[in-house]
């Protein structure tokens, strides 16, 4: 049974940092590009991060790029985001997902709550 | 960056009907590269399809996708209660990846 599991949000204060993980199983996690997308409150998805299987390539949105990192541990079956600067804007459900450009997001975690508040 | 434009915002309908929801993409996708999500509130997004027209594993023949270049539609055949819920598109063969803000189909 393919899991993905998210953990790491939280409530922080603006500027400050985060860093997302998300464990997986049941497929060979290195085989595959994987993704992070958000959800803020209420509103629609939006792709923030991908990685491809042997992690020399990765996307930014333009929302978080010189703000955000991902990478990805094959050994440990474990994707990272590291969040850093954060602002309000950031306030959402991180969800990962395995796949990516050219690949549909075929399975998703359940999600994290970041909430980025004074 | 392909703009995806999903209407109507919300369609209101009743158990037994068919739905039928529409996606239309500022430019042509690729390769059909165009998948249709379901969300209940609560929950992440569920892949109901990929490539259009493909329905992907465990999600019943009720629900179908077509279309082609930049006009792409789901349709339900059969509302049951719980088809009830946001769905999304999303187009994966350009990037950015981008999805659609979403129609909320509702019980009438």
């Known amino acids: 049974e393919v899991q993905l599991v998210e953990s790491g949000g939280g409530l922080v204060q603006p500027g400050e940092s985060l860093r997302l993980s998300c464990a997986v199983s049941?497929?060979?996690?290195?085989?595959?590009?994987m993704s992070w997308v958000r959800q803020a409150p209420g509103k629609g998805l939006e792709r923030v991060s991908g990685i491809t299987g042997s992690g020399g390539g990765t996307y930014y949105a333009d929302s978080v790029k010189g703000r955000f990192t991902i990478s990805r541990d094959n050994s440990k079956n474990t994707l990272y985001l590291q969040m850093n600067s954060l602002r309000a804007d950031d306030t959402a459900i991180y969800y990962c997902?395995?796949?990516?450009?050219?690949?549909?997001?075929?399975?998703w975690g359940q999600g994290t709550l970041v909430t980025v508040s004074s | 960056e392909i703009v995806l434009t999903q209407s109507p915002g919300t369609l209101s309908l009743s158990p037994g009907e068919r739905a039928t929801l529409s996606c239309r993409a500022s430019q042509s996708i690729s390769s059909s590269y165009l998948a249709w999500y379901q969300q209940k509130p609560g929950q992440a997004p569920r892949l109901l399809i990929y490539g259009a027209s493909s329905r992907a594993t465990g999600i019943p023949d009720t629900f179908s996708g077509s279309g082609s270049g930049a006009d792409f539609t789901l349709t339900i055949s059969r509302l049951e209660p719980e088809d009830f819920a946001v769905y999304f598109c999303?187009?994966?063969?350009?990037?950015?990846?981008?999805f659609g803000q979403g129609t909320r189909l509702e019980i009438k």
């Open positions: 999303q187009q994966y063969g350009n990037s950015p990846i981008t």
């Open positions: 997902a395995r796949g990516g450009s050219g690949v549909v997001f075929e399975y």
């Open positions: 049941g497929f060979t996690f290195s085989s595959y590009v």
